[in-house]
């Protein structure tokens, strides 16, 4: 089971097409870009939030900035949000437009804290 108190997390961003990253969350616990949401879901279990967007082309705050520098904007994005101790752990997924959610893949992660403000 994964311990809240013991969680790591790291992002180590790789050379790539849309670049690599990993999360590791102690515990043998690894989400990495390209994971499907079954692997993540198998990992984590259930996300407390999980919403859906358009990726915006004008400027804006939030976690959501990363995914600037790696998708275009207009990209249709599913966002997984679990909360672990005092931070929320976001995991952002996309797909072929019009392929099955189920073949969707981790693009991105982030870590921040619960009730931050953007």
């Not at 996300?47 to 990209?75: K, S, Y």
């Not at 966002?79 to 392929?99: N, S, T």
Request: glycine letters at 12%.
């Amino acid at each position: 089971m994964l311990k809240i108190n013991n969680i790591k997390f790291h992002i180590i961003l790789l050379a790539g097409l849309l670049g690599a990253c990993q999360t590791s969350l102690g515990d043998g616990f690894l989400i990495s870009t390209g994971s499907s949401r079954a692997e993540v879901k198998e990992q984590l279990g259930d996300p407390v939030r999980v919403g859906e967007f358009n990726l915006p082309d004008v400027p804006f705050f939030g976690p959501q900035e990363i995914l600037t520098d790696l998708i275009p904007a207009g990209t249709n994005v599913e966002e997984w949000v679990y909360i672990q101790d005092k931070e929320e752990l976001y995991i952002w997924f996309v797909g072929a437009q019009g392929g099955s959610m189920d073949q969707w893949q981790v693009i991105a992660t982030g870590r921040y804290p619960v009730g931050a403000v953007y």
